[in-house]
């Protein structure tokens, strides 16, 4: 078992620098002069040639590229991700430290409300069927097909601006303020879960009524337990299985959705971090940004693979 | 039955309890109050800024955002106050020798920057040094590259002496890029965060907020009525606006055009527009393009309709533009020659057949995607271009590739926006001359042009400084290194509590910041 972990682990670190050398070589394969966009502005231009040379010697973009790739390994080795071409006082660690927190509270918050909504919505609809079925799956279709920008542009109209019950946007530290702090969380957080909460919905009813029709529950219903009784403690938990699986699957990709309900709320995450930092080629944050959110990728799927690897033997070849 | 109608009462109020708690508490961020004898006002401001500031470095042009934070926590020799006039700031007052190439500043007494430690005449001394060497990228280095000497004869006097004559130096100055910084500021890694400003930056969490609170040594600091200063960053321009509606902030700059009505209907709100940065199609005028000739460029300039650039790119926000851009009220605005390209199509296909392209040419448009007015401006000229013949291929990548791109060459013609450092007309030997850059023509140097403009800078203020700039005028409109389209509207938009901020009027817009001093905001 030990030798299988540490197959995977090994697999792991060689498919990180995988992503570290392709996003390495393909940030300075595109156009766009990281020199040139910190000395000008939408507005101006016409920097002296000498600006720009000094400014690409302060960030080291005058070394050949094989150079800088072999510093920014060696710089990884140690734990260090290097520092922002905009603020070449904070270090890429920084940035990813204040912003990571808030993409992830943000993801569990919409996974939370998924699973207090989407299960009893879903189990509802299987349960009781007929129009509420239909008022359910219909709910659960917009859900899915609707934007995420859409729902969060909308919230905002209505619970912001029109009824003036939350602020429209903008982010406040837990720490100083820790009221204001959910006040700002919870429409971003609805506006996320939206897609995964119908998705939850509807894989809970598939597996409800699919339960139903197995024998054992007509056995349970035949020797005289309550309805209720044999759905909620019976039906419902051995359905859990698949809608667990799906959630899982469904927080990743929530991690990829953030960028735009971010962008609607201003709220600060690694997805507003990664697109403006393209925009600006500040190479080692959108670097350090992909190299965190893969090795968490890489880590989970570790995980998986050891935990199948626990759970049936056979996987471990 | 009870079981479940109890369970079911639970569940609602756990869901709904939070939610009701949540959106009754307040989110105001009012904080302290005072009463200035009128009425009472709030001490802090509240400002929703277009984009995040990650490190201010000294004398870089790094945008709008920037300058507003530069005009709170940073003050030059001069300023400028709400109509765009040069105002007396750290400097209380400046004589000018007859030729224009000498500047005396005389300093105010006891200035203090915001570390505690004293300015003096070496402070200006070290700032307008580094603000004319070549590897400063300052915004006004082309200005202060003809710096021949700073002389101190004591701490509050410095004797600033040109290579050349320039009338217009003094509002070079005023621009927030020329402030006064302490000397570690240009140091290889130096920053910008602390100056001589009426504001010092308390907090920041980047890529979220500012705080800036008043500073007691400011040498107006009477004048300032904000105790505080909160910045939020909203990128998206709808998430400005509707922090302003939501009564989140009491400011936010760069208003959409698409929104402008939205605000002017709000009867709690202030939309302040001023005719400002300028949109224009530079060339690549390299040997061999059909652009080198200048019938070409007359024809394209004549080709354009700019009504449709303002309707469709700005929502009807701009004005046209159809010479050089010197705004209608400026002393050196000439009615005919401002409008030497008013849109003529048939003299642009005979200028066309004149320079042998009667069958036009083929050529690429360079835009950018990131900036949507930027592409709506490309794809509206587009048309423009193929009635006189020239077919064109848009390219319109990210706005770092669309910067390297123009800065190579690698464009036929290429949509731009830019704004001058000053109203003075002097502003426009940025764009028509120098070294190889993204805003100006690709390969265009004009020896008579650059002439021109020297002269400006020499002549006398009056008449003599107008004529020459009708030169220019004509000049430009002659040989076309760009050709203007339209002034777009910049706006901020604020509640109407706010009293005394004004946005500034033409390229200066976004010097708004210095008129903070002097604002209020009632509570």
């Known amino acids: 078992m030990a030798r299988f972990i540490l197959k995977r682990i090994g697999l792991g670190i060689v498919l990180l620098w995988l992503v570290v050398t392709v996003v390495f070589l393909a940030l300075h394969a595109v156009p766009g002069d990281p020199a040139a966009i910190l000395l000008?502005?939408?507005?101006?231009?016409?920097?002296?040639?000498?600006?720009?040379?000094?400014?690409?010697?302060?960030?080291g973009l005058d070394q050949p590229v094989l150079v800088q790739y072999r510093d920014y390994l060696l710089g990884l080795l140690q734990g260090d991700l290097g520092t922002s071409f905009r603020n070449t006082s904070s270090t890429v660690a920084s940035y990813i430290g204040a912003r990571l927190?808030?993409?992830?509270?943000?993801?569990?918050?919409?996974?939370?409300?998924?699973?207090?909504?989407?299960?009893?919505?879903?189990?509802?609809?299987?349960?009781?069927?007929?129009?509420?079925?239909?008022?359910?799956?219909?709910?659960?279709?917009?859900?899915?097909?609707?934007?995420?920008?859409?729902?969060?542009?909308?919230?905002?109209?209505?619970?912001?601006?029109?009824?003036?019950?939350?602020?429209?946007?903008?982010?406040?530290?837990?720490?100083?303020?820790?009221?204001?702090?959910?006040?700002?969380?919870?429409?971003?957080?609805?506006?996320?879960?939206?897609?995964?909460?119908?998705?939850?919905?509807?894989?809970?009813?598939?597996?409800?009524?699919?339960?139903?029709?197995?024998?054992?529950?007509?056995?349970?219903?035949?020797?005289?337990?309550?309805?209720?009784?044999?759905?909620?403690?019976?039906?419902?938990?051995?359905?859990?299985?698949?809608?667990?699986?799906?959630?899982?699957?469904?927080i990743g990709s929530l991690l990829g959705s953030t960028v735009l309900v971010e962008r609607v709320f201003t709220w600060p995450g690694m997805g507003s971090l990664l697109v403006d930092s393209v925009n600006a080629r500040d190479y080692p944050i959108v670097q350090g940004v992909v190299i965190v959110i893969a090795a968490l990728f890489i880590l989970i799927n570790i995980a998986v693979d050891v935990l199948y690897g626990v759970l049936d033997p056979r996987a471990r070849h | 039955m009870g079981y479940r109608s109890g369970l079911k009462k639970w569940l609602v109020a756990a869901v709904i309890a939070p939610v009701m708690i949540l959106s009754g508490c307040s989110g105001s961020g009012d904080s302290g109050s005072l009463d200035a004898g009128s009425g009472e006002l709030n001490t802090t401001?509240?400002?929703?800024?277009?984009?995040?500031?990650?490190?201010?470095?000294?004398?870089?042009?790094?945008?709008?955002?920037?300058?507003?934070?530069?005009?709170?926590?940073?003050r030059g020799l001069l300023g400028y106050d709400g109509n765009g006039d040069v105002v007396p700031a750290l400097a209380e007052s400046y004589d000018v020798n007859e030729t224009n190439t000498e500047f005396t500043f005389h300093l105010r007494e006891g200035l203090k920057f915001q570390d505690g430690s004293d300015l003096t005449s070496e402070n200006v001394k070290k700032t307008l040094e580094f603000l004319a060497s070549s590897d400063s990228g300052a915004k006004i280095f082309a200005t202060m590259s003809d710096l021949d000497s700073v002389e101190t004869p004591d701490a509050q006097t410095a004797v600033v002496k040109l290579k050349n004559p320039n009338v217009a130096f003094p509002a070079y100055l005023a621009d927030t890029t020329a402030a006064i910084l302490p000397e570690e500021a240009f140091s290889a890694e130096g920053t910008a965060w602390s100056g001589a400003g009426p504001f010092i930056l308390e907090e920041t969490n980047p890529g979220v907020s500012f705080t800036l609170k008043k500073n007691p040594d400011f040498y107006d600091a009477a004048n300032v009525n904000f105790e505080d200063i909160t910045i939020t960053i909203y990128a998206d321009g709808q998430a400005r606006l509707?922090?302003?509606?939501?009564?989140?902030?009491?400011?936010?700059?760069?208003?959409?055009?698409e929104s402008f009505s939205q605000v002017e209907s709000n009867s709690d709100l202030v939309l302040d527009g001023q005719s400002g940065p300028w949109m224009y199609l530079h060339f690549n005028v390299s040997n061999g393009s059909p652009l080198a000739n200048e019938k070409v460029r007359q024809a394209i300039?004549?080709?354009?309709?700019?009504?449709?650039?303002?309707?469709?790119?700005?929502?009807?926000?701009?004005?046209?533009?159809?010479?050089?851009?010197?705004?209608?009220?400026?002393?050196?605005?000439?009615?005919?020659?401002?409008n030497g390209w008013s849109q003529n199509v048939e003299k642009a296909k005979q200028l066309m057949a004149e320079a042998g392209y009667a069958d036009g040419f083929d050529a690429v448009l360079l835009s950018s995607s990131q900036y949507a007015f930027h592409q709506d401006t490309a794809l509206s000229v587009q048309p423009d271009l193929e009635a006189i013949g020239i077919r064109?291929?848009?390219?319109?990548?990210?706005?770092?590739?669309?910067?390297?791109?123009?800065?190579?060459?690698?464009?036929?013609?290429?949509?731009?926006?830019?704004?001058?450092?000053?109203?003075?007309?002097?502003?426009?030997?940025?764009?028509?001359?120098?070294?190889?850059?993204n805003n100006r023509s690709y390969g265009f140097d004009d020896p008579e042009l650059n002439q021109l403009l020297a002269a400006g800078l020499t002549a006398a203020p009056g008449a003599d400084r107008v004529a020459a700039y009708d030169a220019v005028q004509a000049r430009i409109i002659e040989t076309v290194p760009f050709a203007s389209l339209v002034a777009r509207t910049q706006a901020f938009a604020y509640t109407n509590k706010l009293t005394g901020f004004s946005n500034i009027p033409g390229f200066l817009t976004f010097e708004s910041g210095y008129t903070l001093v002097g604002a209020k905001l009632a509570a």
Do not use: C
Not at chain 1, 44 to 56: D, H, I, Y
Not at chain 1, 233 to 238: A, E, I, M, P, S
């Open chain 2, 392 to 437: 064109t291929t848009l390219d319109s990548p990210d706005w770092a590739t669309r910067q390297q791109k123009a800065a190579e060459g690698q464009y036929d013609i290429a949509v731009a926006g830019s704004a001058g450092v000053v109203n003075d007309p002097s502003f426009l030997v940025n764009f028509v001359t120098g070294p190889a850059a």
């Open chain 2, 242 to 257: 509707n922090a302003l509606l939501a009564g989140d902030a009491d400011l936010m700059d760069f208003v959409p055009w």
């Open chain 1, 101 to 250: 927190p808030n993409t992830l509270e943000l993801v569990f918050a919409a996974a939370l409300i998924a699973v207090v909504v989407g299960v009893p919505l879903g189990a509802l609809a299987a349960r009781r069927g007929g129009w509420i079925d239909t008022v359910i799956s219909t709910l659960t279709t917009l859900g899915i097909s609707m934007p995420v920008y859409v729902i969060g542009t909308f919230f905002v109209l209505i619970f912001a601006l029109q009824l003036g019950w939350f602020p429209a946007g903008g982010f406040t530290e837990f720490s100083s303020d820790p009221i204001e702090h959910l006040r700002k969380l919870l429409l971003p957080a609805v506006a996320l879960s939206f897609g995964i909460t119908s998705v939850v919905a509807r894989m809970t009813r598939s597996a409800v009524l699919e339960t139903v029709a197995q024998d054992w529950v007509r056995t349970a219903k035949s020797q005289g337990l309550p309805r209720n009784t044999v759905f909620s403690r019976h039906v419902l938990r051995n359905s859990l299985n698949p809608v667990v699986t799906t959630l899982g699957l469904e």
């Open chain 2, 301 to 338: 300039a004549l080709a354009v309709n700019r009504e449709n650039v303002a309707t469709s790119a700005f929502s009807g926000q701009a004005t046209v533009t159809a010479g050089a851009p010197i705004a209608e009220g400026s002393e050196f605005y000439n009615a005919e020659l401002a």
């Open chain 2, 45 to 74: 401001l509240r400002i929703a800024l277009s984009a995040d500031v990650a490190d201010l470095k000294p004398s870089r042009d790094q945008g709008a955002a920037a300058m507003m934070l530069d005009t709170l926590i940073h």
């Open chain 1, 40 to 59: 000008t502005s939408e507005g101006s231009g016409g920097v002296t040639p000498e600006a720009l040379e000094k400014v690409r010697q302060q960030l």
